[in-house]
């Protein structure tokens, strides 16, 4: 063989060397950052497993003129007085009249009892002390006892 043939031989494999090892690299960085986006999905997996599964729970109690309804739910966060008083209405297939004020919703009847009748309104309870807010501004906590009652206003 002749230093002409050598020496395009040597120049070759280093190309073909210089190319793979590129390649590698390549594809070594590649697999990296594959493997650091599964690693942030899977940390934000974990992080999300290691939250305790937590049921909140709220008791809503109505009690209208002649009949009176109680139920359990389940409660997210961020959910209302109105929103677990329209989930029991809605399963005690109770009519609800709701009307919207500046400061919020009141409630004008559920059933067959209208505010105003008898000077009877809708109050609601949370775990004994009157509704300071508006049902709809009101949010519920977990265990909270909900009641509204159809008696005569005191204010």
């Known amino acids: 063989m002749s230093i002409k043939r050598i020496s395009i031989l040597i120049v070759f494999s280093i190309f ?11 594809n070594s960085e590649t697999n990296i950052n594959n493997e650091q986006s599964n690693l942030s999905g899977k940390i934000i ?15 809503m109690v109505i009690e209208g003129s002649i009949n009176t309804y109680e139920n359990s739910f389940q409660i997210n966060s961020g959910d209302t007085v109105y929103d677990v008083l329209k989930k029991s209405s809605d ?14 919703k ?8 209208l505010a ?25 906590k ?8 159809y008696e005569k206003s005191t204010f």
């Open 106 to 113: 009141s409630i004008d009847g559920i059933g067959d009892d």
């Open 16 to 26: 073909i060397l210089g190319t793979t090892a590129c390649t590698n690299k390549n």
């Open 45 to 59: 997996q974990n992080v999300d497993d290691l939250k305790p599964n937590v049921i909140e729970e709220a008791v």
């Open 142 to 149: 977990n265990n909270d006892k909900i009641e509204f009652k």
């Open 116 to 140: 105003g009748t008898d000077n009877k309104y809708w109050l609601y309870y949370i775990n004994g002390e009157m509704g300071m807010q508006s049902v709809d501004k009101q949010e519920v």
């Open 91 to 104: 399963i005690n297939k109770l009519g609800l009249v709701t009307k919207d004020y500046d400061f919020g």
